[in-house]
């Protein structure tokens, strides 16, 4: 697993990693996740919200052009586990470290809280990248609109 010192060293020069603070910024964070984790199967922008959205944290991959390159949302589900849900990094903005520093966020987020565990569940084409971020592979889990396999995927902090 690459150190956060490491991730950092090859952070794109013109990118902010930190909550969304402007309503365009929210409007711009959920249009980006429903772009790329749902678009394919919804012309709803809500199906990539909700009910806990307010209890979360929230990070965006920002340039300084203003634009959102990727997100990422964590959450507490009790006292020792958080959970990660709704990754998503721009196709064209993929393979430049954004979405480990956005992992990396979301992983120090609950370090803070002092959890001891963060789950998610990945999809086919993110196994490899939460692996390489030490993530352990536990098992095959939900399908999500019906073609969408996803996996339980574990790291202990």
Known sequence: MKSTHQSLQNKPTNLEVRPPKT????????YLRWKVLRSNFSDNIV???DEIEDESFHIIAI?????ILGVGRIHELDKETS???YMAVEQESRNNNIG???????ISHAIEKKN?????HARDNAI??????????RQKTHILF??????LMKITL
């Open 23 to 30: 309503k365009k910024e929210w409007n711009d964070y959920y």
């Open 63 to 67: 340039n300084t052009n203003l634009k």
């Open 116 to 120: 001891k565990q963060i789950i998610l």
């Open 47 to 49: 199906s990539a919200k």
């Open 128 to 137: 490899n990248f939460y692996l390489k971020n030490g993530f352990k592979l």
């Open 100 to 106: 480990t520093l956005i992992l990396k966020s979301l």
């Open 83 to 85: 959970q990660i849900r």
């Open 146 to 151: 019906g073609e969408v396999q996803h996996y």
